[in-house]
């Protein structure tokens, strides 16, 4: 933005600052000959070095203008310091003129005395404040251009970190990037937003007093409602080049451009929360607070009366209305009709902002006497003002606008930078990083970090031949094959490879802009013309010692260019002086085809990538900066950035007590069932024979296992029960044993089902929560032996008669109970409904024990029942957490309230730790935290502007004595990012565990159970719980912030903030685990101010809540899950791909200009295509694949064949011995015709037997054909027509389906 209001308009010649290495650091090398003329040439070389040093000490080559790179804007070439001081105080203010002279003489061109702007302002970015990624950013839009996108992949994948950068730079630059002058009459119905300030002139006139433009609604998409607290100014302009009457001083006459005052007014877009893939359908709601004129330039202004009015436009430039919201029942429409305006708020019709005065015949202004406490003319503040309910309006839901206007992605911006201008900022950064390397060097590390398809220009072979009339050159096409041959045939030759790369050394110093060898230009001032080029170069030049003197030679150089690593060879004759003619050997890649403008530019991604992922460039951005942190002395348009946020935090479970305890709940359920054994007695009670447990479910599997189970006497934990039960007899009064079997399922949904199973509503959560903790216990009763005979006399000779004659036994039968372990020690008051004291379960009233089955009463010496019970048991933490008391429902609403109660009670977890940034509180420093923990559900003045849970809190709570959570003195800014307030989150809960240590260590615990004791034993919990977070706090954890749904947003702008309905729905939505929206951690809290109101108003404190996050958790939040679906995306490259009908690999790519060498390239192969063998025998086959040369739209030939830059790259299809797919197993090997898959499910059992892959083609082509011959002689005999023969089964075939053993995939 600097650059393009610093600069004129236009595209100038210039690109920046060309600063060459000194010509002898080229040469601090190995010497390049070591004979006696290299030696004495070297030794005279550093005694000329020594010599011109000493007449210009410390002197370095001057410095030139660069060219303006491919699509950048550029910069005029005569920039001198009156031009730098004019454009800086028109843009920056006067306090910079001081500045100016020194500015100047740091990026001057000593001889012509002129600056580049471009290396003042990379200069500038490399120093100041930001991450290596905002530079980057700020680097790219120095040289951006816009061209047409394509889909090309860049060697270095897109990371996550890099698209956060631009998505937050990009939308802080709209915000603070407002319309600085007037749009021209074409762009007006562009605009998102235009609105127009009317004044009344008369009774039948009332001119325009002026307009205010919303060029996008992408800086104002919210998820909540628009709040005074989050107030912009907007400028409104002059109408064309003439200021309406009324308006300026007598004889003032605008430009067009001029600013008449301001609109303070806040705007928010809510995108439609069901239709997340059309933002430009949602709602718009503007808050109006004030209008202000200029008094100079607006005469009489407190008699405007201003009236404004908003349109939109389509996509054809018409005028749209944009119709108001109406939250009123027809009855209430019918009582303000025609004035409800004036009694009541904005409500139907369309969204206009009418005069705050009415004026009589006579022209008098008054009030409309409506009791508007801020309406009108506000005498002190000079500004006319709107009250609340007439300034805040909305739109209809669902409103729809132009998708431009809503959409993030914006072609219209800079898309794109050329690879010559990555050099340009390469070089830049390494030169002021204090990096010793050569221009060419630069270029070489640039190309390696920017280049897509990573290929890096330079020289890979060079030789001097002699060029006899025996030696037949063209016969060898590399120059290997020479070196070979040149023993045997007697050819000459010198390798000459390290003087041409000294000599590209000079050739990149001596040519600002370009890479090319044997390019010169002069270096003298600005950009003068080309100098003639010499018509021929000497072998001395290029500090070749002529090894053939006399004689004709040829030059051979095999080179690699840029862009997309193709490799040529050049052939230069040199005749016998030692000289030749020279042509420029193009090692630039040319960057106006549709080839070279894909290959040598890079997407704003891309670049920003390339520089976070590069070591040496990333690192020394990084380093390359401020170290002055202080919030001291910080620029007024920073200041908002540095005032402490106010925030409470939950963590939630911060020592895994709930997660272990989970765990422990789904390995031993904590439910026990208690078998008893009665006699049944006809009017009496039935005889108690003894009680077993059933084993624990952790030793019960999914198929039934046969327990045999000792009876005994009530045990300590048993059901009580005096009535049948007798507690003093000893252990052997109570014999035999109970024989069952017994299964448990768990959970009873098979695990797959449930991943599948819908989860976006509460209602669909809960349900699936429910049945991740519920499973199936099958238990069948099958015996009893050895009971104790209970109806028997105790008489002797009685008894012994009873026995003998069979009439001694009992009437036995079984009878189950069911006890939640989790509730076992708890007091009877904290007892969910239907279960009683000791965790029995009960019946309605509390009273009588609730049996889980009852068998038959068999009466038999020994009874045998064999019958089986099926029940569904919750693990027992669960089903204490979910049961809820009987509630009286007289309404629908109360009954939807509890249930909603009910299904929250599956997902929600206590047990938070509080923390709170912002307060200030007495005794501590500035920002501070305050008092406010668990969220209260209620607040006086409701949600906020944003869709977080903020509340607003009277001011006389905002001073209290430090509580626990807020006294660690950290305070979080608008500037810090997610990651960095976790880092202060870890440091806050440090000092507060120390402050806990201090509390608890301060008396010792005493057994009287006093308030001091709970208090110790508190803080010793608390200082755990930090100490955990300290410890733990990791990348797992993620940072949420409350967004509310569209319902309590309607209660909100109606008003309703008082009632029930309100209350209950934020207490609901509170709970609610999918109510909470993951934060980025790369993202700062500017850059969720608009959505989410951090910062908004210092009076409002945001609630956050912190998750460790789980596969569990997805189940709970469906915006953690879709959350964590976009990070896993991020994560995924094309080094993965591994479809059945594609696969990531490498193929050979043919060089044709460098003897049809190979080199081995990533591409994406499409699924095969099969020559089918032509006979049992040859069951191998042969496969091609077509395959797409990933980073580099070239065919195997080394041909361009590329499609439109929208399109992707040429396809070329390769036989299989030129493609290695990098999967172990890939997919798409498999077999494609469904009648092999028959035969090839057989191959492992046959590998099985002992039959070898070749054995097992052989064999499944035998089965083939055999089914194929008695088809055919079925249909000779129907006389249908004849089935063609079926293609073979291949070994490759064979291979894939052995190791693969999901072959019904295939």
């Known amino acids: 933005t600097m650059q393009r209001a610093v600069m004129p308009r236009g595209r100038g010649p210039i690109g920046g600052m060309f600063r060459p290495t000194p010509a002898r650091l080229l040469h601090i090398a190995p010497e390049t000959d070591k004979d006696l003329r290299g030696t004495v040439s070297s030794w005279a070389s550093w005694v000329a070095d020594r010599i011109t040093a000493k007449i210009n000490p410390g002197l370095p080559p001057p410095p030139c203008f660069l060219p303006r790179p491919p699509g950048a804007l550029g910069e005029p070439d005569n920039w001198d310091i009156s031009n730098l001081q004019a454009s800086l105080t028109r843009t920056l203010g006067g306090e910079w003129s001081a500045n100016v002279q020194r500015l100047h003489q740091f990026f001057q061109n000593p001889l012509d005395r002129k600056a580049s702007m471009c290396e003042m302002f990379a200069a500038m970015i ?23 996108l394509h889909r090309l992949n860049h060697i270095t994948p897109v990371i996550h970190s890099a698209a956060t950068v631009i998505e937050r730079i990009e939308g802080n630059m709209t915000i603070g990037g407002q319309l600085q002058r007037r749009p021209k009459a074409e762009d007006i119905k562009k605009m998102a937003l235009h609105f127009r300030i009317f004044t009344h002139a008369s009774r039948e006139f009332s001119p325009v007093l002026g307009e205010v433009f919303i060029p996008s609604l992408v800086p104002f998409m919210t998820q909540g409602m628009a709040n005074r607290s989050s107030f912009q100014s907007f400028p409104i302009f002059a109408l064309r080049d003439e200021l309406p009457a009324g308006v300026g001083p007598p004889g003032y006459r605008g430009s067009g451009n001029g600013n008449i005052g301001e609109v303070r007014m806040s705007i928010s877009w809510t995108p439609s929360s069901h239709l997340e893939d059309q933002p430009e359908i949602g709602q718009l709601g503007i808050f109006l607070d004030s209008i202000s004129f200029n008094k100079k330039k607006v005469e009489n202004h407190q008699d405007k009366n201003p009236r404004m009015t908003v349109v939109t436009y389509d996509s054809r430039g018409d005028e749209v209305l944009i119709p108001r919201w109406d939250p009123r029942t027809v009855g209430q429409r019918f009582q303000t009709l025609g004035s409800q305006v004036f009694i009541g708020e904005a409500f139907g019709e369309h969204m206009e902002f009418p005069e705050t005065k009415w004026r009589d015949v006579f022209g008098y202004l008054h009030d409309h006497g409506i009791g508007f406490a ?39 911006r800079p898309n794109t930078i050329s690879l010559k201008s990555c050099r340009i900022i390469a070089e830049g950064i390494l030169q002021r990083s204090l990096h010793h390397l050569t221009n060419r060097q630069a270029a070489l590390i640039a190309d390696q970090a920017f280049s897509r398809s990573g290929a890096v220009p330079g020289i890979l072979e060079a030789i001097l031949v002699e060029d006899g009339a025996t030696v037949n050159l063209q016969s060898f096409e590399r120059i290997r094959d020479l070196r070979s041959a040149a023993p045997e045939r007697g050819i000459n030759f010198v390798d000459v490879r390290h003087q041409l790369v000294l000599a590209h050394e000079e050739s990149v110093t001596g040519r600002p802009g370009s890479i090319n060898l044997f390019s010169h230009r002069a270096r003298v001032g600005g950009l003068s013309p080309m100098i003639q080029e010499e018509p021929k170069v000497s072998l001395g030049e290029l500090h070749i010692t002529d090894p053939f003197p006399g004689k004709q030679k040829v030059l051979w150089i095999r080179f690699v260019r840029s862009g997309d690593g193709q490799r040529f060879n050049a052939h230069y004759k040199v005749d016998g002086r030692g000289e030749f003619l020279c042509h420029a050997l193009e090692m630039d890649m040319e960057c106006d085809s549709a080839a070279g403008s894909m290959q040598m530019n890079l997407t704003k991604e891309e670049f920003v990538t390339c520089i976070l992922a590069n070591p040496i460039l990333g690192e020394a951005l990084r380093r390359m900066t401020t170290f002055d942190n202080s919030v001291r002395e910080v620029p007024t348009w920073r200041q908002h950035l540095e005032k402490p946020l106010r925030l409470n935090v939950a963590i939630t479970d911060p020592e895994h007590e709930e997660a272990d305890a989970d765990f422990m709940d789904a390995v031993t359920v904590q439910q026990s069932i208690l078998l008893e054994v009665y006699d049944s007695d006809r009017g009496s009670l039935a005889d108690f024979l003894g009680e077993c447990w059933l084993p624990t479910f952790d030793r019960l599997v999914s198929t039934p296992t046969a327990f045999v189970l000792p009876l005994m006497g009530p045990q300590e ?3 009580p029960d005096s009535a049948h039960k007798e507690y003093d007899k000893p252990e052997e009064f109570y014999t035999g044993n109970l024989f069952i079997e017994a299964s448990w399922v768990f959970p009873a949904t098979d ?13 669909q959560r809960a349900k699936r929560e429910a049945m991740l903790h519920t499973g199936t216990l099958t238990i069948k009763i099958v015996k009893a032996e050895g009971l104790r005979q209970a109806d028997v006399s105790s008489v002797g000779f009685v008894r012994r008669f009873q026995e003998s004659s069979g009439i001694a036994k009992n009437d036995a039968y079984v009878i189950a109970y069911i006890k939640n372990e989790s509730c076992a020690t708890d007091p009877e008051a904290d007892l969910p409904p239907g279960i009683g004291k000791g965790g029995w379960r009960v019946q309605a009233g509390g009273l009588i024990h609730d049996s889980l089955f009852k068998t038959s009463v068999i009466s038999e010496l020994i009874p045998v029942w064999d019958e089986t019970f099926t029940v569904t048991l919750q693990t027992g933490a669960f089903e204490k957490r979910t049961k809820q008391r009987m509630h009286l429902d007289i309404t629908s609403r109360a009954q939807k309230q509890h249930e909603k109660e009910r299904q929250l009670a599956a997902l929600t977890e206590g047990n938070d730790l509080q923390l709170r940034f912002g307060e200030k509180l007495p005794g501590l420093q500035k920002g501070s935290s305050g008092i406010f923990g668990a969220m209260s559900g209620r607040s006086s003045s409701g949600l906020l502007s944003s869709s977080s849970g903020s509340t607003s809190h009277p001011s006389h709570l905002t001073s209290r004595v430090p509580q626990p959570g807020d006294r660690h003195g950290i305070n979080v800014f608008l500037g810090d990012s997610i990651f960095q307030f976790k880092k202060k989150l870890v440091e806050a809960c440090r000092i507060e565990s120390a402050l806990e240590e201090r509390v608890a260590s301060s008396h010792t615990i005493t057994t009287s159970g006093s308030k001091s004791d709970a208090d110790k034993i508190a803080a010793k919990k608390r200082k755990a719980q930090y100490e955990a977070i300290a410890r733990d706090l990791n990348y797992r954890y993620v940072v949420m912030v409350f967004v509310p749904s569209r319902d309590l947003r309607d209660l909100y702008r109606a008003g309703r903030t008082d009632g029930y309905q309100y209350e209950n729905l934020y207490n609901i939505e509170f709970a609610d685990p999918s109510s909470w929206q993951p934060l980025d951690p790369l993202r700062t809290f500017q850059h969720y101010a ?7 108003n210092e009076e409002d404190l945001q609630h956050l809540r912190i998750v460790e996050g789980s596969e569990d958790y997805k189940t709970k939040n469906t915006r953690y899950r879709h959350f964590a679906e976009e990070e896993q995306e991020w994560r995924r490259s094309l080094e993965h791909v591994n479809k059945a009908t594609e696969c990531y690999g490498y193929a050979k790519y043919i060089h044709r200009h460098d003897a049809s060498s190979t080199e081995w390239r990533p591409v994406l192969a499409e699924r095969a295509f099969n020559e089918a063998p032509t006979s049992p025998s040859d069951s ?12 580099t739209p070239v065919s195997t030939l080394g041909e361009m064949q590329v499609a439109n830059p929208g399109e992707d790259a040429a396809k070329v299809t390769l036989d299989e011995s030129y493609v290695l797919l ?14 092999h898959v028959e035969y090839l499910r057989k191959a492992r059992t046959m590998e099985d037997q002992g039959l070898t892959e070749e054995q097992i083609t052989q064999s499944l082509n035998k089965e083939l054909m055999a089914k194929f011959q008695r088809t055919q002689e079925a249909e000779v005999r129907e006389q249908r027509p004849l089935t063609k023969a079926p293609q073979l089964i291949t070994l490759r075939e064979v291979q894939h389906a052995l190791r693969n053993p999901d072959l019904g995939a295939a």
């Open 1090 to 1096: 608009g959505m989410y109101g951090f910062g908004s």
């Open 1222 to 1235: 990098a999967p172990m197993q890939p997919k798409m090997l498999g077999t494609t015709n469904l009648q």
């Open 1180 to 1191: 191998k086959g042969r496969k091609r694949f077509r395959v797409t040369y990933v980073h």
């Open 126 to 148: 490399c120093a100041s404040k930001g991450t290596a990624g905002e530079k980057a950013m700020a680097l790219f839009y120095l040289y951006a251009s816009t061209q047409p």
């Open 751 to 763: 695990v797959q089902d449930l991943a599948r199973m819908p989860s976006e509503t509460l209602e």
């Open 717 to 719: 934990g048993t059901r």
């Open 374 to 412: 801020h309406h009108g003319w506000n005498e002190t503040e000079k500004q006319w003002m709107w009250d609340p309910r007439i300034g805040k309006q909305y739109s209809v839901e669902d409103f729809q606008m132009r998708h431009d206007l809503c959409s993030t992605d914006q072609q219209s």
